[in-house]
């Protein structure tokens, strides 16, 4: 998948996690819950978008890994 793609996806789902937060205020639902089928949808078992091979994609899976540390820590300390 090109660069292209990837960035619209993401962009998506950034635009969703700011309408959503406001949406679900009053529902008995987190972001995390919508996040999850999402990347069901993402991944192999739907549209087959997100292919990762743990060993092959060893150095990008440890840099998105970290980021996310990161942008929890960074969540949870504001």
């Known amino acids: 998948m090109d660069a292209a793609a990837w960035a619209l996806i993401v962009g998506a789902l950034l635009v969703l996690m700011g309408i959503s937060g406001a949406a679900l205020r009053n529902l008995p639902l987190s972001t995390a819950m919508l996040y999850l089928p999402v990347g069901l949808a993402i991944g192999p078992l739907a549209l ?29 300390g504001l």
């Open 48 to 76: 087959d978008l997100a292919r990762f091979d743990p060993i092959a994609d060893a150095r990008l899976l440890e840099h998105l890994s970290e980021i996310v540390v990161v942008v929890s820590l960074f969540s949870v």
